[in-house]
């Protein structure tokens, strides 16, 4: 492979290729063939499948209870610079070897921080450096940057919402770069999680100053990107807690109101993770509604929890059901504005081959490809939409058609009401649609 620089770190495994089904080949995707077209659009086109810097090349697999496992063949030279070569190398050959076109980051995923802001700086504008030749080399492309604003314990109170404005300006001091360096890299979008945007107690917070002050900080951040020619759309990322018992972005439907509030609607959309969905108690698939109702469906970040546990597993998707009713929405909303779909996810503690990282990601482009397919499927071929046509048929003409329209008062309800006596008991078919998907899988 002459894409991938000198070193080969993932020996032994070469390009995943398409095979179908049939194919016992473990390395090998079943159902993701990049060139298919599904709904006029070909996979690739669909998902832009991306690897995430921070889970694949830097999570080692500690927890709370032991260190990493992973002995990482790029994370082995004392020198930040070399170290953070390495990891790019094994970057861009991971992500050519999947096929994939895409990554994300960031900041101290691509370099370790330094002791200051200028050496910091100072590596990050190194690297970026490095990583421009290698995306050159390769054609991946940067899906989206962000700034870590919320490892280092400088940030233990917040990063935009701290309650000390030398923090907030540091944080802003981070996301300049971040951004300086998203655009050196033609970032195709910039996200904001805001895992210590929160509080753990209301007894010593000022919610509304944190809140208005997080408005203050993205607009600053926007203006900034837009001055700098950043063409891209920003995203909010939303998670209920963890790290931030009580995290401001809760939700799609949160996020969307502090984007309209604080006057961001033109350039911020929602990048919307599967398992933070579950941890504020939603579907996936409900998020993905809620956001592209409001023409704000961006980006996903692809994963799942765990029903036995509460907390962010982060593992990969292999629920084919599941994402399907996911696909269903994605398929109707026409697609994602401006993003893709980045696998946030991580192998297991104990999943410790190099092998593991590609199987885990090819188990999550196949259930994404099977899902979509699953999808199309259904609303080619079965009643599903027709079903759903006219569950809601009565809007469609007579009364429910002017109501729809705006035309009706309450007194108009009323004498409706008055004329047509008890509603008809109408079902609402969960069961044939749930066998509607299943029949399709
Ligand atoms: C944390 C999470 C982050 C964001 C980017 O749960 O999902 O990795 O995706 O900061
Ligand atoms: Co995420």
Redesign the pocket.
């Known amino acids: 492979m002459a894409l991938i620089g000198d070193k080969e770190y993932f020996k032994g495994i070469g390009e995943i290729k398409y095979e179908g089904r049939e194919s016992d080949n473990p390395l090998a995707y079943k159902f993701y063939n990049p060139e298919q077209k599904v709904a006029g659009k070909t996979m690739r086109e669909h998902f832009k499948f991306a690897m995430a810097y921070?889970h694949t090349l830097c999570g080692t697999g500690g927890d709370p209870f032991g260190p990493g496992t992973k002995n990482f063949p790029w994370a082995v030279s004392s020198d930040a610079i070399q170290a953070a070569k390495d990891k790019a190398d094994a970057a861009f050959e991971f992500v050519t070897k999947m096929g994939f076109d895409y990554y994300c980051f960031?900041d101290f995923d691509l370099v370790d921080e330094a002791d200051s802001l200028a050496e910091s700086e100072k590596r990050i504008h190194e690297i970026v450096e490095y990583l421009k030749q290698k995306q050159e080399a390769s054609g991946v492309k940067l899906l989206w940057g962000?700034s870590?604003c919320f490892s280092n314990p400088r940030y233990m109170n917040g990063a935009a919402s701290n309650p000390n404005f030398d923090v907030v300006a540091r944080a802003g001091a981070q996301v300049k770069i971040a951004l300086d360096a998203t655009i050196a890299l033609n970032g195709e979008n910039y996200?904001f999680?805001g895992?210590r945007e929160g509080y753990m107690s209301l007894l010593n917070t000022n919610m509304k100053l944190e809140q208005d002050n997080i408005g203050r900080f993205l607009n600053m951040a926007k203006d900034y990107a837009r001055s700098q020619g950043f063409k891209g759309t920003f995203f909010i990322?939303p998670?209920p807690m963890e790290p931030t018992k009580h995290q401001y972005d809760f939700d799609c439907a949160t996020s969307i109101n502090t984007i309209r509030e604080y006057g961001l609607e033109n350039d911020f959309k929602l990048n919307i993770?599967v398992n933070?969905a579950t941890l504020a108690q939603h579907t996936f698939q409900h998020e993905l509604q809620v956001a592209a109702n409001a023409g704000m469906l961006g980006s996903i970040?692809a994963n799942r929890g765990d029903y036995q546990n509460g907390w962010?597993t982060d593992q990969f998707p292999n629920n084919v059901l599941e994402t399907a009713e996911a696909m269903l929405v994605f398929l109707k909303a026409g697609g994602l504005q401006g993003g893709g779909v980045n696998f946030?996810a991580k192998t297991r503690r104990n999943s410790t081959d190099l092998e593991d990282i590609f199987l885990a990601h090819i188990g999550g482009a196949d259930t994404f490809a099977r899902a979509l397919l699953l999808a199309d499927e259904v609303l080619q071929k079965s009643s599903y939409e027709s079903l759903l046509d006219k569950r809601y048929g009565s809007f469609k003409s007579g009364k429910g058609a002017e109501f729809v329209a705006g035309k009706l008062s309450l007194n108009d309800l009323y004498e409706h009401a008055n004329t047509h006596g008890e509603p008809e008991q109408i079902s609402g078919k969960q069961e044939l649609y749930e066998n509607i998907i299943n029949q399709y899988s």
């Open positions: 921070w960031h962000t870590n996200v999680w895992g990322e998670k993770e933070h970040d962010d946030d």
